[in-house]
């Protein structure tokens, strides 16, 4: 379906994601490091504006952009949300029917779609755009079956410039285990910067900040040794060979957040294809039904009923204590494993689900 978005759906892992040292140009930037910009402030908007790839290599914005195209509908929503929607000429993987929170979906609805996956080379060159945020890898190590491409040299003839969402671009190769939304807030406040909008992006991430604070409160007095394994099931990856969130990946830091310990937390690097025997051997006690949203209430909650119906009925599985004791978590993929603003509502519902007499408030 068109809301497929990049590496938050892990049966696109194998194929679509590469580490980001390789997106080494002066012309690609990662918009997570805020310590790299120059010392703008973050109240107000500053140039010149300095990002840096996961490489450390850097992009100078003398001015803001002034026609942007997002590889994705994630990235597209945190444009929306900062209030730079209007600068967006064209997304990859588009948002479908009922993936866009409710105040920004009939912007997001007129952006032209320039790509129903991975934008094709020519009409990325030929867009017009002076900025291309992407939020994956570089398209280069996507598969032969998404085209090739655009090279540095390419990207600076065509006047583009490129900065990469630190959170998700750079998971893989991630140094440190993520726990937080450090890195999620930062890339908001990066985008804030290079688009002018420091204000909004600053408003969103206190936001940000007020919701898991709350969360974290609530929760001080449970001990780390009484806080539940979780395991995301990611049904839309295939139900043949699961695929484990390690501990790079965005969502470690939503379910660590939610008083929760991932029980694939052990493993390096954001996505791994694991056997059912290791998630039997890890025993969790919920595990959430990760699936995309599939664009109304009615088919949302028959996707749902498909992936509990499959732990339920499989053989590996069936004995599970969560499925024992139908500790389910229905909660979306793209919330879940994508970097956004809505990661911290993610970590209230979770929270909520688990911690129902600690955790009062859920989105």
Not at 56 to 78: H, Q, R, Y
Not at 153 to 171: D, M, N, P, W
Request: charge should be neutral.
């Amino acid at each position: 379906m068109r809301s497929r978005v990049l590496c938050g759906m892990a049966a696109a892992v194998a194929l679509l994601v590469t580490g980001c040292g390789s997106g080494g140009s002066a012309e690609s930037g990662d918009a997570g490091a805020t310590a790299a910009n120059g010392g703008a402030s973050s109240a107000a908007a500053a140039f010149p504006v300095k990002v840096t790839d996961c490489a450390g290599k850097e992009t100078v914005f003398d001015s803001a952009p002034k026609k942007i195209v997002t590889s994705n509908a994630s990235s597209l929503e945190m444009l929306l949300k900062l209030g730079a929607g209007d600068r967006v000429i064209g997304t990859g993987f588009p948002p479908g029917k009922g993936t866009l929170p409710a105040d920004v979906a009939d912007a997001g609805a007129k952006v032209p779609v320039l790509g129903d996956m991975v934008i094709p080379k020519e009409k990325l060159l030929g867009s017009g755009a002076d900025l291309y945020v992407e939020t994956f890898a570089d398209m280069g190590g996507m598969g032969g079956g998404m085209g090739t491409a655009p090279t540095a040299q390419e990207y600076q003839a065509a006047g583009i410039k490129r900065v990469f969402l630190h959170s998700t671009a750079c998971a893989a190769t991630a140094p440190t285990t993520v726990r937080d939304l450090t890195g999620v807030e930062g890339d908001i406040k990066s985008l804030g910067q290079v688009t002018g909008t420091s204000a909004k992006a600053d408003a969103l991430v206190a936001d940000m900040e007020k919701k898991v604070g709350a969360v974290k409160t609530a929760l001080a007095g449970v001990a780390a040794d009484k806080r539940p394994g979780y395991f995301f099931f990611d049904f839309d990856a295939g139900t043949k060979q699961p695929m484990a969130v390690g501990n790079r990946q965005v969502a470690n830091a939503v379910i660590t957040l939610a008083g929760a310990r991932n029980v694939f937390g052990d493993v390096d690097g954001d996505f791994k294809p694991v056997s059912w025997e290791d998630v039997v051997a890890r025993n969790p006690d919920w595990i959430q039904l990760g699936v995309r949203n599939r664009g109304s209430d009615a088919e949302n909650k028959k996707a749902f009923d498909d992936a509990e119906k499959f732990l339920r009925e499989f053989p590996a599985t069936k004995g599970l204590k969560a499925v024992q004791e139908g500790h389910f978590v229905r909660i979306g993929s793209e919330v879940t494993t994508i970097a956004g603003t809505r990661n911290a509502d993610t970590v209230q519902q979770i929270a909520h689900t688990l911690f129902p007499d600690q955790v009062k408030d859920a989105q």
